[in-house]
Antibody
Framework: EVQLVESGGGLVQPGGSLRLSCAAS????????MSWVRQAPGKGLEWVSA????????YYADSVKGRFTISRDHSTNTLYLQMNSLRAEDTAVYYC???????????WGQGTVVTVSS | DIQMTQSPSSLSAAVGDRVTISCRASQFISSYLNWYQQKPGKAPKVLIYGASSLHSGVPSRFRGSGSGTDFTLTISSLQPEDFATYYCQQSYSNLKYTFGQGTKLEI
């Protein structure tokens, strides 16, 4: 059974940092790309970042470029999102998702809540 | 980045109705279009990938069509469990898989 379990969310002040983790099991973590998607309260889904499974290439939405860094640890099957210079508008549920071989998100985690507020 | 625009933003329908949701890409995306269903408090689930391929376990009343820039999700006979929010997503742009703004389907 495939499982993606996010952690690391919480309350942080504007300008602060958080690191989200996504522990993967039951899938070939090293092969496939992984992504982060967020959903602000009452809003739609926003693609945030992705990392390739093959060459480790990274991709970011303009809204987070230069502030967020995606990475992955193949030895522990863990995906990360380092979030710096956080803003109120980064408040959201953050999901990690696996990018399947047919270019869609076939597995999702349950989400972790990030709240940026003073 | 490729922008995805869905219409309508919300839709009221009844059990048994046939409904259609549209999605338009800001540029050519071939058939790299996916549809997801999300219920409150839950992660999204894929329904359709590659514009028209039904994901395993998804009922056949869900149908996707289109190519290029214009796409449609059709639910042929609404069931109570289908009331949810639906999102399209393009997967043409290398791993920058942007979503539409969503369509909330209400009773």
């Amino acid at each position: 059974e495939v499982q993606l379990v996010e952690s690391g969310g919480g309350l942080v002040q504007p300008g602060g940092s958080l690191r989200l983790s996504c522990a993967a099991s039951g899938l070939s973590f090293s092969i496939y790309a992984m992504s982060w998607v967020r959903q602000a309260p009452g809003k739609g889904l926003e693609w945030v970042s992705a990392i390739s499974g093959s060459d480790g290439g990274t991709y970011y939405a303009d809204s987070v470029k230069g502030r967020f860094t995606i990475s992955r640890d193949h030895s522990t099957n863990t995906l990360y999102l380092q979030m710096n210079s956080l803003r109120a508008e980064d408040t959201a549920v953050y999901y990690c998702a696996n990018v399947g071989p047919q270019y869609y998100f076939n597995y999702w985690g349950q989400g972790t809540v990030v709240t940026v507020s003073s | 980045d490729i922008q995805m625009t869905q219409s309508p933003s919300s839709l009221s329908a009844a059990v048994g109705d046939r409904v259609t949701i549209s999605c338009r890409a800001s540029q050519f995306i071939s058939s790299y279009l996916n549809w997801y269903q999300q219920k409150p408090g839950k992660a999204p689930k894929v329904l359709i990938y590659g514009a028209s391929s039904l994901h395993s376990g998804v009922p056949s009343r869900f149908r996707g069509s289109g190519s290029g820039t214009d796409f449609t999700l059709t639910i042929s006979s609404l069931q109570p469990e289908d009331f949810a929010t639906y999102y399209c997503q393009q997967s043409y742009s290398n791993l920058k898989y942007t979503f539409g703004q969503g369509t909330k389907l209400e009773i």
